[in-house]
Structures are given as C-alpha cells and as structure tokens.
C-alpha cells in the first residue's frame, strides 16, 4: 500500500511538473517568436531613409511651356554609383512636364531627355544638362530641363521627266560661320526618297541649311547607278534645291519649330560618272609598302568645307593598283596612307 501511494504522488508530481514546465516554456516560445518577427519587420527601415529622390520639369527652351510625354533617364555617373543603384532608370514626364525618380541611394547621376519634335537632350552639350549628387535620404526638388523644339526638312524628287525618284539620298546640310567668316556646311542628316519621290528630315536644330539630292540609287543589297560600265555609267547629279549644281545659288533653308520648309520640290537630272584609276608608286629609298589606303576627296568650291560625304577611300590591291568608281564630274585630290610599312 505505500509503495503505491509513493508511485501515485510521484505520477500526481511528474504531471503537475509537465504541466509546468509546459506553461513555463510556451511564453519563452512566443516571445522568440515575437522579437524574430519584430526585428524582420523592421529591419528595412533604416536603409529605407537613406534613400533619396530626384525630381523636376522638363520644358520647352522658348516658351518655357511643359512638355508632357518626355522620356527622362537617370543613369549613374560613376562606377560606385551603378554597383548602388543598378542601371538606368527612365520615366515619362505627366501632363504638367513634371518628373520623379524614388528610392535613389546616394550618388552622382547624370541625367537625359528625349521627345519627338525637340532636339536629344545632352548634359555634355546643353547649358541646362547637368550631373547631380545625391546625398543618402536627400529629396532633390526643382531639377529644370529644357527641351528645344526642332525643325523639318521635306519635299519631293522628281527626275527630268517630272517623274517621281525613289531610293535617292536627300541630305540636310547644316550652315555654320567659323571665325573670320567662313562658311562651313557640314552633313547633319539623310534619308531616302519613298515610291512617289517624297522625303522627310525631322528632329533638325533651328538653323539655316542646304538641301541636296543625288547620287546612286540605293537598294537593299547596295547603291547602283542607272547604268554601270567598266569606265563609268550614269547616275542622277547631286543637285542643290531649287534645283542647281553649285552651291554658290543653293537657296538658304531656314528651319525652326514655326518655320514651313515641308513643301520642297525640285528636279535631279542624270549625268554621266566616271572612274579614276592608278597605281601607288614607291620613291627609291624608301620602305616597300605592303598595305595602304587611298582616298579620293573632292576639291571644295567657293571656299566651303564639307566635313562628311565629299570622298571615297578603297584599299590598295597586292599590285599597288586602286580604282574608285562612281564619280561625278570635278576635280579630286588623291591621298595615300600607309597602313602598314616595312623597311
């Protein structure tokens, strides 16, 4: 009888120990639970006020008006900058040309916009661009960008028939005055004339310009003449609008977001072409010449420097021989160039 009496109480204290043990551990358990969860949840918060934003408006340069649907990017400007940050990041402007960009880590960023109707927006080339330092949790207000709306060159080619030309290469000449007062008309862009002669050159900077067509006829695996001959062929004449040869009486475009300069039409006649070909010859003592380009640059006329488009250049043959093909009529300077000399 005693020994059950023992064995009863020592089960009556081993269930009351369970129980308080059980009651003892369940609160420890819980608490863990509640500081783990405490700390994940709040973990993020401190690195989440460190972080900045930038934000501003892009506007039009001469009415200072917004400009809504402008693509503004923010790229890092440095390499600590883009490990932080990541690449670049682009947003649209609102209805009221404003911009923001959330979340940014400290840095230096430079910034871009872009638009259809508006000269590309460049921090190197543009008194408004500019690179920003972010500093950590820094909310950079204001930033003003300012957008210049451009101008349009278009038209129609037709040939001496009155004919519609396609494929034909039409060129916007940028008009530019170095010191001292000479001209420089420099390439600035080119299109290609559709199936009924038209053209389009969008996104020009206001200035004054040239328009011109000519040349061969451009295809998909290539540019052809009209007629093509071991000496020459015949191709349409590069011609200046309204419709001549010389630069000296082109007419001067003047091109802006107000100004009408969509309406050109003027004729590309044929003219032969022709073929310059040689050899390169060595002078005695001097070293054999294995390799070398030879360029063929048209001689300018009327003082104007072209700076694109005015030469060919091809590469010696094993004979030191070269031809260019394809030449309107005028007068050319040849230039050897050694690509590689050994005595």
Not at 151 to 170: M, P
């Amino acid at each position: 009888m005693i020994a059950r009496r023992v064995v009863a109480m020592n089960s009556q204290l081993d269930r009351r120990s369970a129980r308080f043990a059980f009651c003892i551990a369940t609160p420890l358990l819980l608490t863990l639970a509640t500081v783990t969860a405490a700390q994940t949840k709040d973990s993020p918060q401190p690195y989440k006020l460190m972080l900045g934003e930038i934000s501003g408006r892009v506007s039009r340069s001469d009415t200072g008006e917004p400009v809504p649907k402008a693509q503004v990017g923010l790229y890092p400007a440095d390499p600590d900058t883009a490990k932080a940050a990541g690449p670049e990041r682009i947003v649209r402007t609102g209805p009221d040309g404003t911009f923001v960009f959330p979340d940014l880590p400290a840095g230096m960023f430079g910034v871009s916009v872009w638009r259809n109707g508006f000269s590309q927006f460049s921090p190197q080339e543009d008194d408004h661009g500019q690179f920003v330092t972010l500093k950590p949790g820094q909310k950079l207000e204001g930033l003003a960008l300012r957008l210049h709306p451009t101008g349009l060159i278009a038209g129609q080619v037709s040939d001496e028939d009155g004919e519609a030309v396609q494929g034909l290469e039409v060129f916007a000449l940028r008009i530019r005055f170095q010191p001292g007062g000479r001209k420089q008309v420099s390439l600035s862009a080119r299109t290609i004339t559709d199936d009924l002669g038209n053209f389009r050159i969008p996104d020009l900077p206001p200035g004054s310009y040239y328009a011109s067509a000519g040349g061969l006829i451009q295809h998909p695996m290539g540019a052809v003449g009209l007629k093509q001959g071991p000496t020459g062929g015949v191709h349409y004449r590069n011609t200046f609008y309204p419709g001549t040869s010389s630069l000296d009486e082109a007419e001067v475009l003047k091109v802006g977001p107000e100004l009408t300069t969509n309406d050109l039409r003027f004729t590309v006649p044929t003219e032969r072409n022709y073929a310059i070909a040689g050899k390169v010859l060595i002078g005695v003592g001097r070293p054999t010449l294995r390799d070398a380009e030879v360029s063929c640059q048209r001689a300018d006329a009327g003082g104007y420097t072209f700076s694109e488009g005015a030469g060919q250049t091809v590469q010696m043959e094993s004979d030191h021989s070269f031809k260019f093909s394809s030449l309107a009529p005028g007068d050319y300077t040849l230039s050897v160039k050694a690509v590689d000399a050994a005595s």
